[in-house]
């Protein structure tokens, strides 16, 4: 080989180092940056169904990669450390980083999305006011904690019970972030309901939209079926014609959904955790890339400035379409005396638990 043929070999070996480098520039470019998301109760069974969903993409989309944050109390760091194992044995690509903690400074910090699961639980013997009086404590401190280290932006899904007073207190307790990045989970009752729809009418549950949850995640919801629409064979029709029996659907449906939580702890010995998981991907999911067309989805949100008529100051569960990573809540949709009835019962709960929940707030 002459010096010549060298030449061009090194001058060939150059130019495809440097179509490597670009190639590997234009990659590092193209890759979104990671987003922060946070869950607490991170060593319970909820988050031990929710996370790998999240870390493999089925919430913020498959080619997001995601740093996610583990917060539980002190005695659990133990158990969230085998949960780490866990989620490293997936070998998830998206998962760039995992986080355990049990510092708020921590946990909290540039946070774009954080989901609240942790709370505490009801004892043997405790009465309501006992646990709300704990839970305000935890909310309050979670608030301010979002509230101080936060991105403004952050998205926060409230899950620990009582669901709708723990996220309006965080909301209080962290001025500085919009209330309407606030929200709270009813979608396992509303996919609880459409389910319930879809097997009355023997289709699947893609079949079912459209039905509403108002108010309280408590056995005073109202899942309300007027608006709701199913597909039976192909012809779009509401929900009542398709079921055609008024009684069961202003009975049993009803009660079956508000007492399904109960029904799962009697015969699991113990509460959602499966389906909650799933509910709190679908609701974390449509915050992110929006509803579909012409439907709507049930979460509990700021009822500030609301058209139902219900008390402005609380967290309540409306139907709401998303755009652009705001929601609304569907206005216009006719309410009889039955419903009437349903909506105020459920916001007249949520009253009362708001105001002893702000006495313990101001003590
Ligand atoms: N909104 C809904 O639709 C819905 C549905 C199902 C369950 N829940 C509620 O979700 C919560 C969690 O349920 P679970 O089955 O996972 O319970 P779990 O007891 O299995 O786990 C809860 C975890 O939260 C942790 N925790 C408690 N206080 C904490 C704090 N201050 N900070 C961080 N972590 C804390 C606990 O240590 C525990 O690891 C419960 O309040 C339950 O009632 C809500």
Request: proline residues 4%.
């Amino acid at each position: 080989m002459d010096s010549g043929d060298k030449a061009s070999k090194y001058k060939g070996q150059g130019s495809s180092l440097l179509l490597v480098l670009v190639n590997a520039l234009c990659f590092s470019l193209l890759q979104a940056e990671p987003i922060r998301v946070l869950v607490t109760g991170a060593a319970g069974q909820i988050a031990y169904s929710l996370l790998y969903s999240i870390a493999k993409g089925d919430v913020f989309g498959k080619d997001q990669p995601i740093i996610l944050v583990l917060l539980d109390i002190p005695p659990m760091l133990p158990v969230l450390d085998g949960v780490v194992m866990e989620l490293q044995d997936c070998a998830l690509p998206l998962l760039r980083e995992v986080i355990p903690t049990d510092k708020v400074e921590v946990g909290f910090k540039d946070l774009d999305a954080a989901i609240l699961v942790g709370s505490m639980p009801r004892k043997e013997g405790m009465e309501r006011k006992d646990l709300l009086k704990a839970n305000v404590a935890i909310f309050k401190t979670q608030g301010a904690a979002l509230d101080k280290y936060a991105k403004k932006t952050v998205k926060v899904l409230v899950v620990g019970n009582p669901a709708n007073t723990n996220c309006l207190i965080a909301s209080k307790s962290a001025p500085s972030i919009p209330k309407e990045n606030f929200s709270c989970l009813t979608r396992l009752d509303h996919n609880r309901a459409s389910s319930q729809v879809a097997m009355r009418c023997g289709v699947s549950s893609d079949k079912v939209k459209n039905v509403i949850i108002w108010g309280n995640h408590s056995s005073t919801q109202y899942p309300d079926v007027h608006h709701a629409k199913v597909n039976v064979h192909g012809s779009e029709m509401a929900a009542y014609d398709a079921i055609k029996d008024d009684a069961w659907l202003r009975g049993d449906f009803i009660s079956t959904v508000q007492l399904r939580g109960a029904a799962v702890i009697k015969a699991r010995k113990l509460s959602s955790a499966m389906s909650a998981a799933k509910a709190i991907c679908d609701h974390m999911r449509d915050i992110w890339f929006g509803t579909k067309e012409g439907e709507f989805i049930s979460m509990g949100v700021y009822a500030g400035g609301n058209s139902y008529g219900i008390p402005e100051d609380l967290i309540y569960s409306f139907p709401v379409q998303i755009k652009n990573k705001t929601w609304k809540v569907v206005d216009g949709l006719s309410i009889n005396d039955f419903s009437r009835a349903k909506m105020d019962a459920t916001a007249a709960e949520l009253v009362e638990e708001r105001d002893t929940a702000l006495d313990f707030l101001s003590q």
